[in-house]
């Protein structure tokens, strides 16, 4: 049983494909470009702003958001930042994933789009969060639509792609907080750009909250976001419930501590997952009755409010009873 991709939701998704480290490339403090190649095959299509879901030599999979200049289509070319708080992802591939190791790529997945429409695009970046940001960035530079970017960092040290983004962007506003003495004013920023404007967002948590905050005042279908870290939503409900799958007739008990995720494999139900955390969409499952209390950080408020999928690896029932399309 495979689970129903919502309409929202774009991917291409792979076979487990062999890919090696063709090369590692400094970019800024703690930072490092991993240009990944098949090994035999081709690159599955991708669109600016989507991400990769990678499985090391060490089992740990991880997902990272493509920085390939456009018109590299033969390889995937991802940032990672060395976290000091790694589990085995990043501290992995800065310490010990050299040139010419094997990997497996396994979907390429875009949750974080282009509209396709020519209003004005504002690109706000944090950090790391800037991976995105530049591909974006220069396809629409490429598509004869510069966007505005304003990139933070919290030290010049930090600061990536600077000199794509400059060639990229109608306008490049860098913020260094140790320079300015305070974080980017976000809602100074949204509020400046006219009301047609796409507004988009990836940075560390709190940038993205005041993003969102501001945002809201927005035409939902302006407002785009991605997060790399997940959030730590309050539980509306921290109860047991049912979990009936439509497509089988089956009806599972989900337990107070346990996820909808871990509710199906116990019952010997396969279901696409990744990150387990919220932040990649791969376990998106349409929602066909029942109202479900989200609690990752993908979905749009928009989206939360009409519910027609969530995300089983962490969001749950508000009620005793939730319908899915699988
Ligand atoms: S597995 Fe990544 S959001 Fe659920």
């Known amino acids: ?19 090696y480290v063709h090369g590692i490339t400094f970019e800024a403090r703690d930072v490092l470009v991993f240009d990944l190649r098949p090994a035999g095959g081709s690159v599955a299509a991708f669109e600016p702003g989507a991400h990769i879901d990678v499985e090391l030599p060490n089992g740990v ?25 790694s589990r085995g992802g990043s501290r992995f591939m800065h310490e010990q994933l050299r040139a010419g190791a094997k990997i497996v790529v396994r979907a390429v997945r875009n949750n974080f789009r282009l509209a396709s429409d020519p209003a004005p695009a504002l690109l706000i970046a944090g950090g790391i969060g800037v991976t995105p940001i530049v591909a974006m960035a220069e396809h629409l530079a490429a598509a004869g639509r510069p966007a505005e970017v304003v990139y933070a960092a919290r030290s010049r040290h930090d600061l990536a792609f ?14 260094v907080d140790d320079e300015a003495g305070t974080v980017l004013d976000v809602d100074a920023i949204v509020s400046a750009a006219t009301d047609d404007t796409h507004l988009y967002c990836c940075g560390p948590g709190p940038m993205l909250d005041a ?14 976001f991605e997060r790399f870290v997940p959030v730590v939503a309050p539980a509306l409900t921290g109860g047991a419930f049912t979990v009936e799958l439509a497509r089988s007739g089956r009806s599972l008990p989900v ?27 791969t376990c998106e499952v349409r929602v ?21 999928s969530m995300m089983i690896c962490c969001s749950r029932s508000i009620g005793e009873r939730l319908v899915l399309d699988m």
Do not use: W
Not at 61 to 85: A, F, T, W
């Open 1 to 19: 049983m495979t689970t129903a991709a919502p309409d929202r939701a774009t991917e291409a998704s792979i076979s487990p494909s062999p890919f």
């Open 162 to 175: 600077l000199g794509r983004l400059d060639a990229a962007a109608s306008r490049l506003t860098v913020h």
């Open 211 to 224: 993003f969102l905050t501001s945002a809201a005042r927005r035409p939902p279908h302006c407002v785009h």
């Open 61 to 85: 999979m991880r997902q990272y958001s493509l920085v390939n200049e456009p018109g590299v289509h033969d390889r995937y070319l991802i940032c990672v930042k060395h976290d000091p708080k």
């Open 255 to 281: 337990a107070e501590h346990e996820s909808i995720l871990q509710a199906l494999r116990a019952a010997g139900i396969s279901a696409a997952s990744s990150c387990e955390e919220g932040i990649c969409g």
């Open 288 to 308: 066909l009755a029942g109202t479900p209390d989200h609690r990752d950080g993908i979905l749009s408020a928009a989206e939360r409010q009409a519910s027609r």
